[in-house]
């Protein structure tokens, strides 16, 4: 694993004891399965699994006869999402820790469909795009899910206070924030039939709650941790009081942001970039 792999795997792993209670991962996450309409049976690939949202959901879709396989590179992730499916008394899935751009253990046209809820954030996407293109069997799905380029509000706020104290933070978002973005990574990836949708997610207010620890610890804002602590307390305080007054000013602008939902299968027939 190279260092930039590492690096995200060691985040995560520090996250992971409280990401099962984000709620609007939860929910984006369930809602990309939805739209997938698995079938009983189906075979399903979840890339950048995590703590499993996607893929609980999809091996609850795909029933005993289907099989569902999450992948990622943080073990820490990965024990919370075998510990919820154990609990959840699911044995038609299973959780692999390995980098979901590369995964000669699995034979060509393995899967029916391939989600990746929220990964690509992390994951190159090129690289990504082009192995779940060789796991789908012609015709199968390609699912992923991210955030329109300048949300969560709440991530954007954070960027904006960092601004103040001389970190500038590009947004994780701005490479696929778009639906013409994500059609057209879909599209170079040799999928055809590219679509997508696009829907607001609300966020909780524990969500909100939480914006803090989760944009800090965030991969994407690593340069604020090397703030000095007493600019770095400055900032915390900066943040929670901007948040507190978009509360009271735009509830529902902190607590909505849109999604996009991006579809595209494996073209059925042999043909250039197929």
């Known amino acids: 694993m190279d260092t930039r792999r590492e690096e995200i795997a060691a985040t ?10 984000s709620d609007w991962h939860r929910a984006s996450a369930g809602r990309l399965v939805d739209l997938c309409d698995l079938k009983p049976g189906d075979r399903v690939l979840d890339a950048g699994t995590g703590t499993g949202f996607a893929a609980l959901h999809a091996a609850r879709k795909v029933g005993q006869a289907g099989h569902v396989v999450g992948v990622d590179i ?31 253990q699995f034979a060509d046209s393995t899967f029916d469909v391939v989600t990746a809820a929220t990964s690509l954030i992390y994951i190159p996407v090129v690289e990504g795009l082009r192995e779940w ?30 601004g103040e104290y001389g970190v500038l933070l590009e947004d994780p978002c701005a490479p696929l924030g778009s639906e013409a973005a994500c059609r057209s990574a ?12 696009r829907e607001p997610i609300e966020f909780s207010v524990r969500d909100i709650g939480r914006a803090w620890e989760s944009n800090l610890r965030s991969l994407a804002h690593k340069p604020v941790r090397d703030l000095p602590a007493e600019s770095l307390l400055a900032l915390e305080q900066r943040y929670e009081a ?8 735009d509830p529902a602008r902190l607590l909505t942001s849109p999604m996009l939902y991006a579809f595209a299968r494996r073209r059925a027939r042999r043909g250039v970039g197929t």
Not at 12 to 21: I, L, N
Not at 80 to 85: F, G, L, P
Not at 134 to 161: D, K, V
Not at 242 to 249: D, H, I, S, T
């Open 12 to 21: 995560f792993d520090r996250r992971a004891s409280g990401y099962r209670d």
């Open 74 to 104: 943080s073990q820490g992730m990965l024990s919370e999402a075998r510990a919820e499916a154990a609990a959840s008394r699911l044995t038609n899935i299973e959780f692999i820790q390995c980098d979901a751009t590369s995964l000669p």
């Open 133 to 162: 293109h060789r796991l789908l069997r012609r015709g199968g799905l390609m699912a992923f899910s991210t955030m329109s380029a300048g949300f969560p509000s709440a991530g954007r706020l954070f960027r904006e206070c960092a």
């Open 186 to 197: 879909l599209t170079a990836a040799g999928f055809g039939d590219a679509e997508t949708v």
């Open 242 to 249: 901007v948040l507190a007054a978009e509360m009271r000013a």
